[in-house]
């Protein structure tokens, strides 16, 4: 099916294997069929996999040339219905087996999926399920090259100083306070000047499929630090906070 889309969601559709991942999870989801909400749907690519397994879908999407194509995408599948709303002020009227919201990006820190799932999740049923089922976020110590904040989005060059540490788990169908910090404790593996760290974000689908970091699908978060410099074997303690949904400003670090 050729899809009508904006530039952006253009480069969306070209990561094949973003799409495979999304594909694959629906295509294994194994309850309820009869409600599904597709939250943010872009140019619509997720809700048409939904299409061949579910009695209804809704799809929201707050952006107005982003929705028309969506619209446009998936007008002559009679099981789908495409808003063009905020899915934060739409007044969800009916309890849905299966939400999907692919608004992801690195440690969910610049998009909305956390706020949009706490209030969203109101309107899933007791036995409902979210694709995707939650993420796994990890951090290592490095020197970057480009001492600001930025994404490796494959043509980044920066050295690993550390171990990887898997510092937060998230379970989508739990509740999630925004606001997050925690101490990071890394083991320095390498001699070499401190002055970034680095965060990866897994993407849990379901239980058998996790995808790392994809071209378009949370590309690592490259965070300038103080510089200093380490030896191998020495331990450095980080604070990391940030507020998921509010922006890479409410990003605040500080070597303890």
């Known amino acids: 099916m050729k899809f009508k889309t904006t530039p952006y969601h253009n480069d969306l559709l070209k990561d094949k294997e973003r799409l495979s991942v999304f594909y694959q999870a629906i295509k294994e989801y194994d309850s309820s069929t009869h409600l599904a909400y597709d939250l943010g749907c872009g140019s619509g690519v997720l809700t048409y996999f939904l299409t061949d397994y579910f009695d209804e879908i809704i ?5 107005k040339k982003t929705f028309e ?3 446009d995408n998936l007008k002559d599948f009679p099981n789908v219905a495409v808003i063009n709303s905020d899915v934060l ?3 969800f009227t009916k309890k849905a087996d299966l939400i999907v919201c692919e608004m992801l990006d690195t440690a969910l820190i610049d998009e909305e999926e956390i706020p949009v799932l706490e209030y969203a999740k109101k309107f899933l049923k ?3 399920k979210i694709i995707p089922q939650g993420v796994i976020n990890a951090a290592e110590l490095v020197n970057l090259e480009r001492h600001y904040l930025h ?3 494959g043509n980044i060059n920066y050295q690993v100083l550390s171990n990887h540490v898997i510092y937060d788990e998230l379970n989508f169908l739990n509740d999630i306070n925004p606001e997050f910090k925690t101490n990071l404790r890394l083991k320095v593996t390498k001699d070499g000047i401190l002055n970034g760290l680095k965060i990866t974000t897994y993407t849990k689908l379901n239980d058998d499929i996790i995808a790392g970091p994809l071209p378009m699908l949370n590309p690592p978060l490259l965070i300038p630090l103080d510089e200093r410099p380490v030896k191998v074997n020495d331990f450095i ?3 990391l906070k940030y507020i998921m949904g509010n ?3 409410s990003i605040e670090t500080k070597i303890l």
């Open 247 to 249: 922006g890479i400003e």
């Open 237 to 239: 303690e980080v604070e």
């Open 59 to 63: 799809s929201l999407e707050i952006n």
């Open 69 to 71: 194509c969506a619209k």
């Open 89 to 91: 002020n739409y007044e």
């Open 151 to 153: 994404w490796d989005e």
């Open 126 to 128: 007791e036995d409902g």
